[in-house]
């Protein structure tokens, strides 16, 4: 037996066996190279733990602490925007877009950035929104704030002709640097890797919170340091009221002596499905919606508002320190369940109309936990959070355009 097919053997690929028969040498040899860049063991666990039921055992959850942005007095909100404004004009201060995703629930054929809306000021793709308010900050504090971009294999070659194409929106090139994020095979109900058209092994990218480890793989670390930032905002390339240079932020975690920090809003309903910040044995952490027991979720405090209310809205500031000791961390994966065509073992293509395989994917808040504290600043939803994540209805294209129209009028200063 060779040692392809031995490994296979081991960890149970009987169709990938069967499958590598009928292809030809070359088709062959670019298998046996991808699957020997696989960590089986890996998989195998990831696998296993699909079996097992996710049960909520954190006993020891409180309420994180916040602060207001809307509370603060002008004294207050000076003194952290002074704080900030040094730091951004001081050229410490860089942006990090995560457009690694595969926007499945929009529908977009195309990176989500391609992503075009019709707002009162004109069409605008979600990639340009980011650029405008680069540039605005940019004007107001006399930077040149270094942009980086987080793709995956699957959609970075069409991110960079698209920017290409558009010439970056007009943004200084070399302040602009992508990086590609990991990926992680996909795996069936049997736990069998799951060929694609290309009669490849199918990977699919593991997650926003793949974003540590490419950061200093893609050598976006050094890049930094070498341009003397000190703090890095990430976020998402789907909120187009995402406030992505806000001094009060920065200010706010130099002078809590933080080195994470995160913008929350209210929570709207108990069942509103989105994470929510809290502490879990004294250490900040975001809990899924999916994983917060509903007497939980509903719990009120005295003033009426929600206790598990600070809902995370992917808008979260790093110091470079943490991001390098992120570097090397191995976050758990979640499982998600979806929907994927395959090759069957006889080269035959089947097409799915339900879910069929798992995808794993890790996410950025996870690392939170690993920090004794860290900043929450509350902002209001209006002001910073109109995401599109579906084809249509809530966190649609529509109710992002009427967010978006609303806060950015003709006329007002943008
Ligand atoms: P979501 O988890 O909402 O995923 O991503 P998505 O790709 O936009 O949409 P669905 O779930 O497939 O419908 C939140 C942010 O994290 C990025 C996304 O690009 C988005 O900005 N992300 C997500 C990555 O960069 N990589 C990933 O692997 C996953």
Not at 94 to 100: E, F, K, S
Not at 247 to 257: A, F, Y
Not at 326 to 336: D, G, M, R, S
């Amino acid at each position: 037996m060779d040692e392809i097919t031995e490994l296979l053997e081991k960890y149970n690929q009987k169709k990938l066996i069967k499958f590598l028969n009928i292809l030809n040498e070359e088709e062959k040899r670019n298998l046996e190279k991808q699957i020997k860049n696989i960590n089986f063991e890996q998989m195998m666990e990831l696998y296993n733990a699909t079996k097992k039921q996710v049960t909520f055992e954190e006993k020891n959850i409180e309420h994180v602490e916040y602060t207001d942005k809307s509370k603060l007095t002008k004294e207050e909100k000076n003194e952290l925007d002074k704080i900030g404004e040094e730091i951004i004009k001081n050229g410490k201060y860089a942006v990090v877009t995560m457009a690694g995703g595969q926007g499945t629930r929009l529908g977009h054929s195309g990176p989500k950035g391609t992503f075009e809306i019709n707002v009162n000021s004109g069409k605008k793709y979600l990639f340009q929104i980011i650029v405008e308010a680069l540039q605005r900050a940019n004007k107001k504090y006399n930077s040149n704030i270094p942009w980086y971009i987080m793709t995956s294999r699957e959609n970075n070659k069409d991110t960079v002709d698209f920017l290409e194409k558009h010439n970056y929106f007009g943004y200084d090139k070399n302040s602009i640097k992508l990086f590609i994020q990991g990926e992680l095979p996909l795996v069936d109900t049997n736990g069998n890797l799951v060929i694609g058209k290309d009669k490849k092994i199918k990977e699919a990218a593991d997650g926003n919170g793949g974003i540590y480890e490419a950061m200093a793989k893609g050598h976006i670390l050094e890049d930094m340091e070498k341009r003397g930032i000190e703090w890095i905002f990430v976020g998402g390339i789907d909120n187009v009221l995402l406030n992505i240079v806000d001094p009060t932020l920065v200010g706010l975690i130099i002078k809590e002596n933080n080195l994470i920090a995160s913008k929350s809003i209210v929570k709207r309903e108990p069942k509103e499905k989105a994470g929510v910040f809290c502490k879990v044995n004294g250490k900040p952490k975001v809990i899924e919606y999916t994983e917060l027991p509903d007497e939980l979720a509903e719990q009120v405090k005295e003033d009426g508002e929600l206790v598990f209310g600070e809902l995370n809205i992917l808008s979260h500031l790093y110091n470079i320190k943490v991001l390098k000791d992120l570097a090397e961390v191995k976050l758990k994966y979640h499982t998600a369940f979806k929907k994927s065509d395959y090759l069957d073992e006889n080269g035959n293509y089947i097409e799915v109309n339900e879910p069929n395989v798992y995808k794993f994917e890790a996410f950025i808040f996870d690392a939170f936990e690993r920090y004794e504290n860290m900043s929450i600043l509350r902002v209001k939803r209006e002001d910073e959070f109109a995401p599109i994540k579906n084809k249509e209805g809530v966190d649609s294209p529509e109710t992002a355009i009427k967010l978006y129209n609303e806060k950015f009028k003709i006329g007002s200063e943008l």
